[in-house]
């Protein structure tokens, strides 16, 4: 008689799957001698077989199942392959032991630094900080209050339903939305948005309500994008007082002493874009503000550059400096020098990065409202005044079947993602009414995407090579193409956007419009932990690696390297610690020749094809592309010329570069690489090293996860 159920070592009753035993057979023969999928079914079946004679009249555990499966392995003489089964046997024991450690019960089968991620930020916890959640219930508490949001607008809406779709999308990782939906939905904070932007006037008032309302909102898990522009010089004067102005850099840093006390409510680390105008005469105090370590250290900062001051970069003119209290031109300055200038800032510490302003306007959706001059915090949303958006990502490395895109599952993912997210607009809870006004009037959401990088390798294309450039801009395209029909059905069921009347969407030809945008490639930090996938469209920034995780160094491998380097025989254990020790697979004999080709990592490819991937996705992004244009530390202050400019040519709205090694306190340390040409160069481990919270972004550290 089959056997229909199997005991869970919880206790748990759950179907018997035979295809578990199959698997678990195969990728234990994998491990040993190499890919035979029909030895690992007939091994299967003998062991359905005993089962079955054994258990006729009660259900086995999963302990009776794996100690048939020894016993078969090693009666067939497969000792090898039966050694390799009770190795992972005894891994997947000592990690199960390790989450409990953790409190958490983790059933969806996470990575250990997933599960300490989820207990650390995302799960829910009782007054005496013990976490009350799984994973799955994570999932199904945010689905659920999502999914509420569809009786507003139709009140015979089968919201089970609709959760059931929501959790589904996340819950297999195809689909995850930003932090703070996470963290927040369906708990008394409510706050679900990631980005924000906050103006700045010119006024004592003024700056110090926009300090309170950062305050605020990095309480709540949200981080926020600041133009110091609209200040008044340092020097110039204040007539209210008689006194003279201390200019945009001093209050600044008023805003970084706030964001390290308040560190987001304690989950997630305080993060601030800070923004000046190339044309303000404080320009040079900005760009510099940075090179000693430590100061505005909870800031990102962009120079705001126009085409009129790229152009006379190019044709090597002056331009001017303009007083923004009076529109007094206070002097002229050579554009090269200036220039020059934010090259050689960047080339030293990483920041200030560029911010196109023209290209971001002339794709303002909603120009008649107002003008875009910040973005938030990674740069991927330009937003106006008190404009929130929410963010989400799916999957590309779950949209791979057999070797292809899976069109169709990523149309299915992409339409439930565009329903979820403007769902989340309706259920959030703003921090102040001006916020929930500005977002409501634009309904901005940022769909974007992680495990790019994972894509390619599995579909086989280098990510330095044109084909993954022809890649880039299918699958974008195709995103951005199906998400605006989503959008534009869900306009004529709910009606567009407040601000629709005189939008570019009605000038183009929509009847209707949910969403003043849709789209939006941001750096996905831990959600792609979660995922267990690289992050945005970074590439891998290691194949190999050691991972700082509760305190204990553990070896990580890339998954997809692993079942490649399974399949085809070249696996061992001694291969994965020699990779480690620099990530990278370059230069091993025993790695083949096109897995080595696909296995590039960030530091390995030239930065053309990173600013030509950045292009290649903004072309059909609508909100910005957030992406780090990784140097080896010998890279020279003209490569970081060359890439801002040709940023500029291809139409990005932004660009940031990170020469490895220029911060002491950078967060990825390759083994054996030493840093060059600055004393702040960390002394190279004998692995390469990265926190449990680092995804493959900005290994300056500053970026919000």
């Not at 560029?354 to 008649?368: M, S």
């Not at 329903?419 to 929930?436: C, G, K, S």
Request: proline share 5%; aromatic share 8%; with cysteine.
């Amino acid at each position: 008689m089959p056997v229909s159920f199997i005991m869970k070592r919880d206790g748990r009753i759950v179907e018997f799957d035979p295809r578990k035993i199959t698997n678990a057979i195969y990728k234990a023969i994998q491990a040993v001698k190499g890919e035979d999928g029909k030895l690992a079914a007939d091994l299967s079946a003998q062991v359905v077989a005993i089962i079955e004679e054994r258990f006729k009249d009660k259900i086995p555990s999963v302990e009776d199942v794996q100690d048939i499966v020894e016993q078969v392995l090693i009666k067939n003489g497969y000792d090898a392959v039966a050694k390799a089964y009770i190795l992972y046997r005894h891994q997947r024991t000592e990690l199960r032991e390790r989450k409990k450690l953790l409190g958490v019960t983790d059933d969806l089968k996470l990575s250990l630094n997933a599960i300490t991620i989820l207990e650390r930020r995302y799960l829910l916890k009782d007054e005496a900080g013990r976490v009350v959640e799984t994973p799955s219930q994570m999932f199904r508490r945010v689905a659920r209050a999502i999914a509420e949001v569809d009786a507003i607008y139709d009140k015979s809406a089968d919201i089970d339903a609709v959760e059931e779709e929501f959790y589904r999308v996340m819950a297999g990782l195809e689909f995850l939305p930003n932090s703070p939906t996470l963290m927040n939905a369906g708990t008394d904070i409510g706050q679900l948005s990631a980005c924000f932007v906050l103006p700045v006037g010119d006024s004592i008032e003024e700056i110090f309500d926009a300090l309170k309302y950062m305050a605020l909102i990095h309480k709540s898990g949200g981080g926020t994008g600041f133009s110091f522009s609209r200040l008044r010089p340092r020097g110039d004067v204040v007539k209210s007082t008689m006194g003279v102005a201390s200019g945009p850099v001093s209050f600044m840093r008023v805003f970084d002493v706030a964001t390290d006390v308040i560190k987001q409510g304690g989950r997630r680390r305080g993060a601030n874009m800070g923004i000046l105008r190339v044309d303000h005469p404080d320009i040079i105090e900005f760009i510099t503000a940075k090179e000693r370590e430590g100061v505005l250290a909870n800031f990102n900062i962009s120079v705001a550059v126009t085409d009129e001051f790229m152009d006379a970069v190019e044709n090597d003119k002056y331009y001017s400096l303009i007083n923004p209290r009076n529109g007094a031109v206070v002097r002229r300055l050579r554009a090269r020098d200036i220039f020059d200038l934010i090259a050689t800032a960047a080339w030293k510490t990483g920041d200030p990065g560029l911010i196109f302003l023209d290209e971001i306007n002339r794709r303002n959706p909603t120009p008649h409202v107002g003008v875009i001059e910040s973005t938030n915090p990674c740069g991927e949303v330009p937003l106006l005044p008190y404009e929130s958006c929410n963010l989400g990502s799916i999957n590309l490395s779950r949209m791979v079947r057999d070797g292809d895109v899976d069109w169709e599952k990523l149309r299915r993912t992409v339409r439930t993602a565009v329903h979820f997210l403007d769902n989340v607009i309706d259920a959030n809870r703003y921090p102040i009414p001006q916020i929930e006004e500005a977002t409501k009037a634009n309904r901005k959401i940022g769909l974007g995407v992680m495990g790019f990088a994972e894509m390619l390798i599995k579909l086989g294309v280098p990510y330095d090579s044109e084909e993954a450039v022809a890649a880039a801009e299918k699958v974008m395209s195709f995103i951005s193409e199906e998400a605006r029909k989503k959008s534009a059905e869900l306009g004529e069921e709910r009606g567009s956007f407040p601000n629709f009347p005189g939008s570019i969407w009605e000038k183009t030809g929509y009847k209707a419009m949910r969403n003043a945008t849709v789209t939006s490639i941001a750096p996905t930090g831990t959600i792609s932990i979660i995922a267990g996938t690289s992050s945005g469209i970074e590439p891998l920034f290691a194949v190999a690696f050691v991972r700082n995780v509760m305190g204990t160094q553990l070896f990580e491998v890339n998954s997809v390297f692993e079942q490649i380097s399974k399949e085809r025989g070249f696996y061992s254990t001694d291969l994965i610690v020699k990779i480690s020790k620099t990530g990278s697979v370059q230069g091993l004999s025993e790695v083949p020749e096109d897995v080595k080709r696909i296995f590039r990592t960030a530091l390995e490819i030239s930065p053309e094809w990173h600013v030509r991937i950045q292009a290649a996705f903004q072309k059909y992004t609508d909100n910005a592309v957030a992406k780090t244009v990784n140097l080896p530390p010998d890279a020279t202050v003209d490569d970081v010329r060359r890439i801002f400019m040709m940023a500029w040519r291809l139409k990005c709205k932004g660009i940031t570069v990170y020469r490895y090694g220029s911060r002491s306190e950078q967060v990825l340390v390759v083994g054996g690489l030493q840093a060059a040409g600055t004393a702040a160069a960390p002394t190279p481990p004998p692995y390469t090293q990265a926190p449990d919270e680092y995804a493959g972004e900005c290994p300056k550290g500053v970026c919000p996860f």
